[in-house]
């Protein structure tokens, strides 16, 4: 199962709590899940409608909230509880993340960070709750939006601070971010840092099977235009057999000037960083003088490492990019045993399911050397031979 964090008002710790209980995640269950790590609160919902839509407002009611924890109580307080090891780890995870901006902002050692508000029981709460509910809905990868912030002040335990404020925005270093209309907080560090740790992209809503919508209110009176709400989108991944287009990157540059042996070396320097296919393909360049068309095919998150490998690794001083859709059928590696010995070769499924065998060239050059028969007539062998132990 897969989660979007829609965040077009930002993000909090109850708002992504309360918009998990709209979800579907009981606040019974929650409760009682808390109750063994932590004590001395009570967690009550309400309902409320922002902009006519509606969702949950949730409230930590807690008898004693003076207590200044450091992060090293709060490492112990999570490494003891009775929870699951990925509910540990991302908790765990997640605190790091508010200690070490903390720590950078304030000077200190990060085992003596004081957290103050974030070390109270409501934040507590709203962090391993969240990474509970998660486990509950057994969500397995979650994605977000690019995170808005804020403007303006507010006013906490040091004093008054711009917004956003220097620990949310240090949690926030390599995320996506862009501003918002709001005239107040509306990425908190606890917000920041559950959306740090849960989210492995950000970026347009990915493809799914829709199984449930959650909102989360938030409880500041933002100034903005939107809702203050927290969207979470809850469904099925959609399958490579399901799915047959994705999106990638293509990046494009002309070449002129540069020595013909470099081109081989930046080939495999791009590929084993990731890239999914490069290719050189000849042109004619102003003054008709003859250069190299390089095109590159890469996951869009990998575009800065390979245009910066363009840009250092040749002569070029620019390069043209796009983001494309592309369809492409199921494939994986699989080991087969043929007359030659096992060899690795490409499994491809087609849109109507059905499967033919590809060798993989490595292995093939591997069988031709070792057995000194020609490549071409080791490929025509074992692709002879696979194809029909399928069918059989």
């Known amino acids: 199962m897969m989660l979007y964090l829609d965040l077009f008002s930002g993000i909090s710790g109850d708002m992504t709590l309360g918009a998990f209980i709209d979800l579907g995640v009981p606040k019974e269950w929650l409760s009682k899940r808390l109750g063994s790590v ?23 009611d807690v008898k004693d909230n003076t207590i200044s924890r450091t992060y090293r109580d709060i490492r112990d307080l999570i490494t003891l509880a009775d929870l699951s090891e990925p509910v540990k780890k991302k908790s765990l995870t997640a605190f790091e993340k508010i200690a070490k901006a903390e720590a950078a902002i304030h000077g200190r050692e990060i085992e003596d960070v004081h957290f103050h508000e974030i070390g109270g029981i409501d934040s507590l709460v709203d962090i391993i709750g969240s990474f509970l509910s998660l486990e509950y ?11 808005p912030l804020g403007s303006g002040f507010v006013d906490c335990a040091h004093g008054r601070i711009p917004v956003p404020v220097p620990a949310t925005i240090a949690i926030l270093k390599g995320i996506p971010i862009m501003g918002s209309d709001a005239e107040t907080e509306i990425v908190t560090p606890t917000g920041a840092a559950i959306v740090a740790t849960l989210a492995s992209d950000f970026g347009p809503m990915p493809e799914m099977e829709i199984q449930g919508i959650g909102y989360g209110a938030g409880k500041r009176e933002t100034g903005s235009s939107l809702p203050n709400l927290l969207r979470m989108v809850w469904g099925k991944a959609v399958t490579r057999t399901e799915k047959a287009d994705e999106k990638v990157c293509v990046i494009k540059t002309n070449v002129d000037d540069m020595n013909p042996e470099i081109s081989g070396f930046v080939m495999d320097l791009l590929l084993e960083k990731g890239a999914l296919d490069v290719s050189f393909t000849p042109i004619f360049m102003k003054k008709n003088r003859p250069g190299i068309l390089l095109e ?14 363009i840009l250092t690794q040749t002569t070029s001083i620019g390069v043209r990019y796009h983001t494309c859709e592309r369809i492409v059928l199921e494939r994986e590696i699989v080991t087969k045993d043929t007359s030659l010995g096992p060899v690795q070769v490409k499994r491809i499924t087609d849109l109507e399911n059905q499967v033919r065998y590809m060798p993989e ?7 031709s050397l070792k057995e000194n028969i020609p490549l071409r ?10 194809n029909t132990l399928d069918r059989d």
């Open 38 to 60: 932590l004590n001395g609160f009570e967690l009550r919902t309400q309902i409320v409608f922002k902009n006519h839509l509606r969702g949950v407002s949730l409230f930590v």
């Open 361 to 367: 060239y490595e292995a093939c050059k591997e069988v």
């Open 377 to 386: 007539d080791v490929y025509d062998r074992i692709t002879a031979e696979v």
């Open 296 to 309: 590159v095919i890469c996951w869009p998150r990998d575009f800065d490492i390979m245009s910066g490998l």
């Open 137 to 147: 809905l057994g969500i397995t990868t979650v994605t977000a939006s690019r995170v």
